[in-house]
């Protein structure tokens, strides 16, 4: 079993920057993908960005150019960078990792406020 613990969220004013870290543990091995999602008060989660075991990312359109994930395996951690941020950007933050099986896990989330 994976467990998935993110930390680094909090209240920024727009136009500044935050780090999301998402620790890992347990069966880490058999993890492929891992990616970050968000819930806005009043919508629904939402894909944010997403690594494969390739390195291949995907970022919603959102967000391009101003995020960036990133993964260490090594650290057993996925990062993502948070720049520019913008008062839409508000939400919990949610880590997300599926692995070959294609089960799923997620972190408890983490609170970014952007203020205006």
């Known amino acids: 079993q994976v467990q998935l613990v993110e930390s680094g969220g909090g209240l920024v004013q727009a136009g500044g920057s935050l780090r999301l870290s998402c620790a890992a543990s347990?069966?880490?091995?058999?993890?492929?993908?891992m990616g970050w999602y968000r819930q806005a008060p009043g919508k629904q989660r939402e894909l944010v960005a997403v690594?494969?075991?390739?390195?291949?990312?995907n970022y919603a359109d959102s967000v391009k150019g101003r995020f960036t994930i990133s993964r260490d395996n090594a650290k057993n951690t996925a990062y993502l960078q948070m720049n520019s941020l913008k008062p839409e950007d508000t939400g919990v933050y949610y880590c997300?990792?599926?692995?070959?099986?294609?089960?799923?896990?997620w972190g408890q989330g983490t609170q970014v406020t952007v203020s205006p």
């Open positions: 690594t494969g075991s390739g390195g291949v990312t």
């Open positions: 347990g069966s880490i091995f058999s993890i492929n993908v």
């Open positions: 997300n990792a599926a692995n070959r099986y294609s089960v799923v896990y």
